[in-house]
Nanobody
Framework: QVQLVESGGGLVQAGGSLRLSCAAS????????MGWYRQAPGKQRELVAR???????NTADSVWGRFTISRDNAKNTMYLQMNSLKPEDTAVYYC?????????WGQGTQVTVSS
C-alpha cells in the first residue's frame, strides 16, 4: 500500500506561480513512476506530467515550458512547479503513483487561476 498526500494548491492570478507537493509513504520502494493529473469541471482527468523512478520525465503539450515535475527521493516527495499559470489551468490536481501492478491516487488539491 502507498499513501499520497498533496499540498500547495490555491488561488492565484494569471501569470502567477504555484508549487504542488505530493508526499508518499508506505511501500514506496515498489513505485516505478509517479505523476500529476488534473481534472477540470466537466472534463476528463488528464495527465499533466510524469516522472519515472529513473528520473525520466514527460510533460503534456499544454503545459510544456511552464510546468516542471521533479522528485526528492530522500524526502519521498514529488513536486510540480507551475509557472505562467493560465485560467485554463484551473482544475483539481491529483498525485498518482504506479507500482507493483497497482495505481494509487491522492485526494486532490484545487488550483484556481483567476484572469
Amino acid at each position: 500500500q502507498v499513501q499520497l498526500v498533496e499540498s500547495g494548491g490555491g488561488l492565484v492570478q494569471a501569470g502567477g506561480s504555484l508549487r504542488l507537493s505530493c508526499a508518499a509513504s508506505g511501500s514506496i520502494f515498489s513505485l516505478s513512476a509517479m505523476g500529476w493529473y488534473r481534472q477540470a469541471p466537466g472534463k476528463q482527468r488528464e495527465l499533466v506530467a510524469r516522472i519515472t523512478s529513473g528520473g525520466s520525465t514527460n510533460t503534456a503539450d499544454s503545459v510544456w515550458g511552464r510546468f516542471t515535475i521533479s522528485r526528492d527521493n530522500a524526502k519521498n516527495t514529488m513536486y510540480l512547479q507551475m509557472n505562467s499559470l493560465k485560467p485554463e489551468d484551473t482544475a483539481v490536481y491529483y498525485c498518482n503513483a504506479f507500482g507493483g501492478g497497482f495505481n494509487y491516487w491522492g485526494q486532490g488539491t484545487q488550483v484556481t487561476v483567476s484572469s
